[in-house]
């Protein structure tokens, strides 16, 4: 059980950081391969806050969110001037930038990493196993809050149009340079949280912890899901982490499945399994469109009188009729 309870930790702690890197990319339209580096800076924060300085977890947590969100604001200055092929290239030296600082900076633990993280504590009771599953679960759904409130107000409307077409957001006065420094920050500040509760969780932290193939694991879990939506990251990461824990009784070879997998998904279902536009999502629609109650008919004038029927409908003058053997005022004078 408590191997269960591990691997729905990790699953829950990647969700975040694939809905994170989904207001990045799905929404925005910034495409990023270097989000592990934000994921490794919110661990670090965190983990040398506890360490060196003694902080509990609960202020370095919300520091770790907000040096996070700030580096993302910081380094997402490159994509002012670089768009598509060159973000991707940009983001990724970002990452290996920011994994060779903290493998070869002593004041970052170097290769050795940092280790005596403490798990985090709420009225003296440490959060362990179930309990630190509860904590991530919770941040999870603190994470899908804002990926949604973010969707529905006007930044979501801004981040929309600047990932369809720059040149047009600029032209209906939408500040481009602006909501894309939202957009990292937000991703940024989102990922550190996980990162945060990462380190803590594992105890010990190391740089390789945080190297690109993380980034491009994350990434797949966006797509494998369904860019741009909601429910796409959470179920790409819970596959896409859980799944490969089933595949070990294959050995090595589970990686070549995981890759063909993903390899299938993009020539056959590129919009990913519930994305807006994918077979599966459209199947499920319609099997709620079939079972769902539909609304019930109101009931005519006709329905009520024969269930009624000593009620005498309503009077010729309320109805607009005139009955056959009834002479009106109008044919009298007449």
Known sequence: MGYLVSVMTFASIWAVLALSLNILTGYAGQVSLGHAAFFGIGAYTSALLAVKAGWSFWPAFVAAVLVTGICGALLGLP??????DFLVLATMGVNFVVVAVF???????GALGIVGLQKPQIFGW???????????????LLTLWVS?????????LAFATVRE???AAEAMGVSVPRFKIYAFAISAALAGGAGSLY???????????????????????????????????VVGAF???ILPEYLRVVGDYRYTLYGGVLVLMMLFQPQGILGDNSWLWKRLQALYARWRPGPQPRPTSRALSAANPGD?????SRSGRVNPGERTHESENS
């Open 79 to 84: 994509s002012l001037r670089v768009r598509h």
């Open 103 to 109: 493998k070869y900076v002593d004041f970052f633990g």
């Open 126 to 140: 440490t959060l362990r196993g179930w309990g630190f599953l509860a904590l991530a679960v919770a941040y999870l």
């Open 148 to 156: 949604d409130y973010v969707r529905r107000t006007w930044a979501g």
């Open 165 to 167: 077409d720059e040149d």
């Open 199 to 233: 380190a803590h969780f594992l105890g010990s932290i190391f740089p390789d912890h945080f190297a690109f193939v993380e980034s491009i694991g994350i990434m797949s879990m966006v797509v494998f899901g369904g860019l741009g939506t909601l429910r796409g990251p």
């Open 239 to 241: 596959v896409l982490k």
């Open 312 to 316: 005498d409908p309503a009077p010729a």
